[in-house]
Nanobody, 113 residues
Framework: QVQLVESGGGLVQPGGSLVISCAAS????????MAWYRQAPGKKREWVAT???????AVADSVRGRFTISRDNAENTVHLQMNNLKSEDTAVYYC???????WGQGTRVTVSS
């Protein structure tokens, strides 16, 4: 059974950095395309970043240059490094086995002074 468990969210000041993680079980992240999505209060869930089986990475325009997705095959974990955080990055961040119905429970990131 596939399980995705996010961690690492919290409160950070504007301009700060945070790393959130997604620990997977039941699948190998190295064999799958994994993604991060986020949902801000009152808004639809939106795609943030993807890393493919081959290691290709893509990020949304809104976070390009600030966010980096990476994968630790040994730990079977996907990370999202978030730098220069802005108030508009405040959201619940979800890990997803890309294009599947498998989602984590989400981790909340709040950017505020």
């Amino acid at each position: 059974q596939v399980q995705l468990v996010e961690s690492g969210g919290g409160l950070v000041q504007p301009g700060g950095s945070l790393v959130i993680s997604c620990a997977a079980s039941g699948i190998a992240v190295s064999d799958n395309t994994m993604a991060w999505y986020r949902q801000a209060p009152g808004k639809k869930r939106e795609w943030v970043a993807t890393v493919t089986e081959s290691g290709s990475r893509a990020v949304a325009d809104s976070v390009r240059g600030r966010f980096t997705i990476s994968r630790d095959n040994a730990e079977n974990t996907v990370h999202l490094q978030m730098n220069n955080l802005k108030s508009e990055d405040t959201a619940v961040y979800y890990c997803n086995l890309y294009l599947s119905s498998y989602w984590g429970q989400g981790t909340r990131v709040t950017v505020s002074s």
